[in-house]
């Protein structure tokens, strides 16, 4: 048994790196349409992919996001978005391996089909009920609001990166009711169907390795860290620490 400290952004590098060597994500890489909707996470989930397809200079996740939450003294607009967007680079959109530059979810949800794969970020996961939920300051519910009706009526597979920091452990339903009752100021929360995907799976798919989350936080730069506990085989233990390795010395986000 091996044990780590993994910081929020080394969590979101190591899960853009298995992410992509998904089986579902490389099948329709070759034959279909992928889509990843900007959002933190998803700008390492991008990055990765791209890198794959030899196609990574052509993007940049600076501004790859919507919604997002800062320090009380750094405040967004009122639905966590970004004052400024006017650099904004689109979803990525990558269709038969080829990246769509500019384009995102909204020009070609109508579209997809399935065997094709929507990557979307989320602001809660409960690894208990293997849910993920995502807060809502659109009043159409924004980029998973156009999703949905793709992923339940065409079965388009949809893949929650969340990274651990984001855990809860409440009834995501129970929670999304009180959030969303009439009269109540904030984003709203909806649970939403999917495959997560956080540190714990991207460890598993890439080594072989169980893993569980054992404590978590920190100072000095380790804020929203996870401590991470890893057993198996010895060549899995192996792979494992130096997959995490690889990934320990990833800056912060910076914005």
């Known amino acids: 048994m091996k044990q780590f400290v993994v910081t929020p952004a080394a969590g979101k590098r190591l899960i853009g790196k298995a992410i992509a060597k998904h089986a579902a994500i490389i099948k329709a890489l070759k034959k279909g349409t992928v889509v990843i ?5 998803n700008g ?8 794959e397809l030899d196609q990574a200079k052509e993007f940049k996740r600076d501004h790859f996001y919507r ?26 959109i990558i269709v038969k391996g080829v990246y769509q530059n500019g384009k995102t979810i909204f020009d070609v949800v109508d579209n997809l089909k399935e065997g094709d794969v929507i990557l979307k970020g989320a602001n809660a996961v409960n690894l208990a009920q293997k849910r993920a939920a995502i ?4 009043p159409k519910a924004g980029t998973i609001g156009a999703s949905l009706p793709a992923v339940i009526g065409r079965r388009i597979k949809l893949v929650l990166p969340v990274g651990l920091e984001k855990r809860v452990y409440e009834n995501l ?4 009711t009180g959030m969303n009752a009439p009269g109540i100021n904030g984003p709203r929360l909806l649970p939403v169907p999917g495959e997560i995907f956080t540190e714990i ?55």
Request: hydrophobic share 40%; charged share 20%; aromatic share 6%.
């Open 173 to 176: 339903d129970d929670l999304a």
């Open 201 to 255: 799976d991207a460890i598993a798919l890439l080594t072989g390795a169980s893993t569980s989350l054992v404590a978590a936080g920190g100072v000095s730069g380790a804020e929203g860290s996870v401590w991470l506990i890893v057993s198996g085989k010895p060549s899995q233990e192996k792979a494992a620490e130096a997959f995490i390795k690889s990934v320990v010395a990833e800056p912060a986000f910076n914005f």
């Open 44 to 51: 390492y989930v991008a990055e990765e992919i791209l890198k």
């Open 67 to 92: 919604g997002i939450t800062r320090p009380p003294n750094r405040p967004t607009t009122s639905t966590g978005r970004s004052p400024d967007e006017s650099k904004f680079p689109g979803d990525v």
């Open 135 to 138: 807060l809502i300051g659109d």
């Open 37 to 41: 909707i900007a959002g933190t996470t």
